[in-house]
Nanobody, 130 residues
């Protein structure tokens, strides 16, 4: 059973930083094959789920949503099977529940679509106060 567990959410003032972590377990097979990708999405109250960032496990190629580019950094730790999202210069608009998700066999043009991901974590709340 594949499980993704997010941690690191919390409350921060505008301009502050937080680092989220996604711990992945239960995956059989090689993480370095089949375009294995881990992504972060977020969903604010009353809004659609929004793509934040993604990383290809094998190549470490990264992708970012326009609203977080230049502020957020995604990385992965193969020894711990975790993916981190370092969030800097946070704004009130970043307030949301943040979810990590993973997928295999996902092509680049589909990376930003949340329906293309197979397994999801339970989410972690991030609140940025003004």
């Amino acid at each position: 059973q594949v499980q993704l567990v997010e941690s690191g959410g919390g409350w921060v003032q505008t301009g502050g930083s937080l680092t989220l972590s996604c711990a992945i377990s239960g995956r059989t097979g090689n993480y370095y094959t089949n375009h294995y990708t881990v992504a972060w999405f977020r969903q604010a109250l009353g809004k659609e789920r929004e793509f934040v960032s993604a990383i290809r496990w094998s190549s470490r190629t990264t992708y970012y949503g326009d609203s977080v580019k230049e502020r957020f950094i995604i990385s992965r730790d193969s020894a711990k099977n975790t993916v981190q999202l370092q969030m800097n210069r946070l704004k009130p608009d970043d307030t949301a529940i943040y979810y990590c998700a993973d997928a295999t066999g996902i092509i680049t043009s589909s990376i930003r679509g949340h329906r293309n991901y197979h397994y999801w974590g339970q989410g972690t709340q991030v609140t940025v106060s003004s």
